[in-house]
């Protein structure tokens, strides 16, 4: 693998309808120099034949890691963190949501010494287009309230649209159990731990094909956990 300037890393499960899209959208949108990392679950996923099919054929070298810490996005998101080597690192989902023009100047600012630069939906400039009305509600009520409570350098916590600077994870554990609430972890331990956090207003799009992998209560407990642990931090940070 090549270490440029940044890897992408593309969690997947069963994306054959939108892989091509998703590389497609990065090759004609983003300009820098980078890898794509995409980490599946299983070898029957079925992105992978069509991944093969195309992987010589983009600008870019793809490369194919097997998660192999445990099923989920959480742990196919970690083995991307562990298997990136390359000076900073973004998580792109496959389906198509994310604002891929703005990765560009998302990788300027961690050139200007930001250590994390977040794909905001709720700044000024964001959008937040389609999706279920009620998961939608509680992301923007959540990361409103870090932002102007905890005073977190970002409107959009939630969103695993960022990127970081690698170098952060030799002091940050991650310790999240499911689902994407990761993002959301490593902002509040970044905050509390001094790094520089800015955003980037981006628009999201809900997927138009496939399914979404998000499981609103499944995962609702784990969000908490780190959002009362950001309201928390925060107040201490701000007043002590």
């Known amino acids: ?129 389609g999706g279920p009305f009620l998961k939608g509600l509680m992301s923007k009520t959540a990361c409103l309230s870090l932002y102007f409570l905890a005073k977190l350098p970002t409107h959009d916590a939630t969103n695993s649209f960022k990127m970081y600077r690698k170098s952060i994870f030799n002091s940050i554990t991650i310790e999240s159990r499911k689902g994407f609430e990761i993002g959301l972890e490593i902002v509040v331990k970044a905050f509390s731990r001094g790094y520089k956090i800015t955003e980037i207003p981006s628009t999201w799009h809900d997927r138009t094909a496939g399914n979404s992998k998000f499981k609103v209560i499944e995962w609702l407990p784990e969000y908490m956990r780190w959002y009362l642990m950001g309201l928390r931090r925060g107040f201490i940070r701000k007043y002590f």
């Open 1 to 129: 693998m090549r270490a440029l300037d940044f890897d992408i890393i593309i969690p997947v499960y069963n994306e054959k309808d939108n892989i091509i899209g998703c590389l497609n959208d990065i090759e004609m949108k983003v300009q820098g120099s980078f890898n794509v990392l995409i980490v599946y679950d299983f070898d029957e996923d079925d992105t992978l034949p069509v991944i093969r099919d195309v992987m010589d054929g983009f600008k870019f070298k793809i490369y194919l890691i097997k998660n192999d810490i445990g099923r989920g996005p959480l742990n196919a998101i970690k083995s991307g963190i562990l298997n990136s080597f390359s000076e900073a690192l973004l998580i792109v989902m496959a389906d198509l949501s994310d604002d891929l023009k703005i990765v560009d100047a998302m990788f300027l600012k961690i050139m200007e010494g930001y250590d994390i630069v977040c794909g905001s939906r709720y700044m000024k400039g964001g959008k937040h287009i």
